[in-house]
């Protein structure tokens, strides 16, 4: 998989805009040739491969909304590996997009709900609302040196999570662990540079 840190880091979350366009800008502003091959480490040397199709959820206009969008797949000409090309605005291999998911942990800190209500409001089983949660706090204890200019004791991201989207602290994260910042990973170890 290859992730692009390209978008969130400037975007007001207060006035997000739909997912279908942040994809879209994505696409266009990504450049193969500043893309590493996870597998042989190799700089630049990218051939399109193929697309598929993904539905990822978001949260537009006071509504959910599942989105239909296009994931290019580029193989990497030095030792032919294929890799799916990952906005950061999506969880790799989840439904839910990352501004969803903050969306629904920032509502439960501030709009005055039971979690039930708030579950049944976005649509989302209670339990997934606890595993967000349990993985955002986990995900947050994991590198907290790097994470804490981000993270304060009051966890300002929930209050306004404009500060999650820096470019530094989700590029920062994947760059340090291997996976993206609430993705689901069986390991939590720290790759070595």
Not at 56 to 81: L, M
Not at 125 to 151: F, M, N, Q
């Amino acid at each position: 998989m290859v992730r692009t840190f390209t978008v969130l880091y400037r975007l007001n979350a207060r006035m997000l805009p739909n997912l279908k366009s942040l994809i879209e800008e994505l696409k266009m502003r990504f450049n193969p040739a500043k893309a590493r091959c996870a597998e042989c480490g190799t700089v630049g040397h990218w051939e399109r491969h193929a697309r598929y199709r993904r539905a990822p959820v978001s949260y537009e206009d006071g509504k959910v909304v599942e989105n239909s969008i296009w994931i290019d797949r580029c193989r990497c000409a030095s030792c032919a590996a294929t890799h799916a090309v990952i906005p950061d605005a999506l969880v790799p291999l989840k439904s839910y997009s990352l501004l969803f998911i903050l969306f629904v942990l920032r509502a439960s800190l501030l709009w005055r709900w039971t979690i039930a209500r708030l579950c049944h409001h976005f649509g989302i089983a209670v339990a997934t609302y606890y595993a967000w949660k349990k993985r955002y706090l986990s995900h947050k204890k994991l590198d907290i040196g790097a994470l804490e200019p981000y993270l304060a004791e009051s966890d300002e991201n929930m209050i306004d999570p404009q500060s999650i989207f820096s470019r530094d602290l989700l590029y920062l994260f994947f760059e340090r662990f291997g996976f993206s910042f609430l993705e689901y990973s069986k390991t939590t170890e720290i790759r070595s540079p």
